[in-house]
């Protein structure tokens, strides 16, 4: 269900009209737009308006990482968007020992990543500029939220039944 939902997101924003004016635009408006249709699309399927964002730059094969805090009994979806130089950005989520959520490490220059419930707490978030073919490359990045049914939560990989741990986590 999270891939559908990365999936129908960037989708749902590629098809859009504000890609063939996002080709016009300035280094900043391109990002700015295509953000803008990515938190339209994440808001067609009930998530918030963005509950934290950055904006910043990296050069070919850089990182940057952050910490979030993502709370208990909600869905979220991080999306990012980069500038027109940009070919292709990750982004990865990982607890703070390491262990991977979800990544989206296509090649892409807006990834989608979603973390279902159950993965409450402090996270890792990291963004790869992965092809930048003018340094640096401008890029921003967004995480939604939106509620989740108790029915439809699904439980942290160590509370569930041995079969259901491999695809409870990313």
């Known amino acids: ?49 963005a509950d934290w964002s950055y904006r910043g730059e990296l050069r070919n094969g850089r990182v940057e990482t952050f910490t979030l805090t993502l709370p208990a009994g909600r869905e979220h979806v991080i999306v990012a968007a980069c500038d027109g130089d940009c070919r292709d950005l990750d982004l990865a989520v990982a607890e703070l020992d390491g262990t991977a959520v979800v990544a989206d490490r296509d090649l892409n220059d807006m990834p989608v990543v979603v973390v279902p419930d159950g993965h409450p707490g402090n996270h890792v978030l990291t963004v790869t500029m992965a092809a930048c073919s003018v340094n ?8 939604f939220s939106r509620s989740t049914p108790r029915a439809n939560r699904i439980p942290p990989a160590s509370s569930a039944p041995t079969s259901l741990r491999r695809t409870a986590r990313f």
């Open 1 to 49: 269900m999270t891939r559908l939902i990365a999936l129908v997101l960037t989708l749902t924003f590629t098809f859009t009209p504000l890609t063939l004016h996002a080709q016009t635009a300035g280094t900043n408006s391109l990002v700015r737009l295509q953000m803008t249709g990515l938190a339209m699309a994440a808001e067609m399927y009930g998530f918030t308006t």
């Open 136 to 143: 640096p490359c401008r890029y921003e990045v967004a995480a």
